[in-house]
Nanobody, 115 residues
Framework: QVQLVESGGGLVQPGGSLRLSCAVSGTLLRTNAMAWYRQAPGKQRELVALITSGGSTNYADSAKGRFTISRDNAKNTVYLQMNSLKPDDTAVYYC?????????WGQGTQVTVSS
């Protein structure tokens, strides 16, 4: 069974940066597009960024110009570099296979942007 383990979240001031990591067990990462999602309190989970198996990327409008998704297949890890963070970025961040056929969700990592 595939396991997803997110890490790297924390408390950061507005304008700060964080780098999230997602360790992916098995071979899921090598042949699938992967994505970062987030869920803020009282809101639905939303797509933040995705990266195809070939390395092409796409971002939600809210993330464009500030976030960068990347992958290291050798390390079975997906990353999300987040810069110029805003209070609206506060949420639990998850990674998963991009698209409708997600695997079991990990526990996520909490990102809190506050002064």
């Amino acid at each position: 069974q595939v396991q997803l383990v997110e890490s790297g979240g924390g408390l950061v001031q507005p304008g700060g940066s964080l780098r999230l990591s997602c360790a992916v067990s098995g071979t899921l990462l090598r042949t699938n597009a992967m994505a970062w999602y987030r869920q803020a309190p009282g809101k639905q989970r939303e797509l933040v960024a995705l990266i195809t198996s070939g390395g092409s990327t796409n971002y939600a409008d809210s993330a464009k110009g500030r976030f960068t998704i990347s992958r290291d297949n050798a390390k079975n890890t997906v990353y999300l570099q987040m810069n110029s963070l805003k209070p609206d970025d506060t949420a639990v961040y998850y990674c998963n296979r991009a698209g409708p056929f997600s695997v079991s969700w990990g526990q996520g990592t909490q990102v809190t942007v506050s002064s």
